[in-house]
């Protein structure tokens, strides 16, 4: 990773983790700390904070480094909330069953399985209340209410994951491998991206340049974990290795081989490159994201 992207990475988890252990503080007394310390748990543990990152980036590159700050950290915080309810569900028995995440025992293993279904819930709402209590104009905070439920529910992440269960042991083609992962992984991706650029000030071409940047990301980041499940070890990805593999799902590596979807995952990062030249401004952490996005190791 390249030192300038390091910095700004290391800036933007420290802003939303800040952000995220005040959201998460349990202040009323009301003898519920168990719950709160498994929020506190699945959101705030080893993670790459790659949502709030595009969050800070796409308000930066559009609005210079000064965007609202108090918005951008709400917003970011947000997201990293649907996105930890998101994990902390699907690691339940229920679902993908797994015992392990990010290098530590998942949230029901951790505390219990009734305490993690109730985390993952507190944690989806807790990020609407953020959304709800920012500093942005009304009409704007309408906005990116619409854009974190939308990319979180019956048409975004969640569909990806009903999709994702129905699939195991199932033969997918590649267009419906490509849908579930566009909903279950990209949504929030897409989502993240055009949240920020629209604390940036984005207009109507700025935003759709975004939307193809953040859905080309969404799509690579989930070809180079398909190919990290076949290549790498559990020590490394911090979750079980061949996971995929042993539960018979259908992937990237499955459907085209592994020089098959390192093709694709080149495709993709030059068509996320590409999207960002209407965008004007200094958009460097952007292309840095994407280059990380295809060359990361776990």
């Given at each position: 990773m390249v030192p300038e992207l390091r910095a700004f990475l290391q800036r933007a988890a420290t802003r939303v983790e800040a952000a995220l252990t005040a959201a998460l503080a349990d202040r009323d007394g009301n003898s519920v700390e168990l719950l709160f310390a498994a929020m506190?748990?699945?959101?705030?543990?080893?993670?790459?904070?790659l949502r709030p990152a595009l969050v800070y980036a796409c308000a930066e590159s559009l609005a210079g480094p000064a965007p609202a700050a108090a918005d951008c950290d709400a917003a970011a915080a947000a997201l990293e909330c649907i996105h930890a309810y998101s994990l902390v569900h699907d690691d339940l028995p229920a679902m993908d069953d797994d015992d392990l995440r990010r290098g530590r025992p998942t949230c029901h293993i951790e505390f219990d399985e009734a305490t993690a279904i109730l985390a993952g819930d507190a944690?989806?709402?807790?990020?609407?209340?953020?959304?709800?209590a920012c500093d942005a104009a009304p009409a704007l905070k309408l906005q990116l209410l619409d854009e974190l439920a939308s990319a979180a529910g019956?048409?975004?992440?969640?569909?990806?994951?009903?999709?994702?269960l129905?699939?195991?042991?199932?033969?997918?083609?590649?267009?419906?491998?490509?849908r579930m992962h566009r909903l279950k992984t990209g949504a929030l991706i897409r989502a993240s991206a055009r949240i920020g650029a629209l604390l940036g000030g984005a207009d109507d071409t700025q935003l759709a340049a975004v939307s193809r940047y953040a859905e080309a990301i969404g799509l690579a980041f989930q070809v180079q974990d398909d190919i990290l499940d076949v290549t790498a070890d559990t020590a490394t990805l911090g979750k079980t290795q061949g996971a995929d593999a042993a539960r018979n799902k259908p992937t990237y590596v499955s459907l085209l081989g592994l020089d098959g979807a390192r093709a694709k995952l080149a495709e993709l990062h030059g068509e996320a490159l590409a999207a960002l030249a209407p965008?004007?401004?200094?958009?460097?952490?952007?292309?840095?994201?994407?280059?990380y996005i295809v060359q990361r190791s776990h």
């Open positions: 506190r748990y699945a959101a705030l543990g080893p993670g790459k904070r944690l989806q709402t807790r990020a609407f209340e953020l959304l709800l019956a048409r975004g992440m969640v569909a990806g994951q009903a999709i994702d129905a699939a195991v042991a199932a033969d997918l083609d590649l267009a419906q491998l490509e965008l004007g401004g200094d958009t460097m952490q952007l292309r840095l994201l994407a280059d």
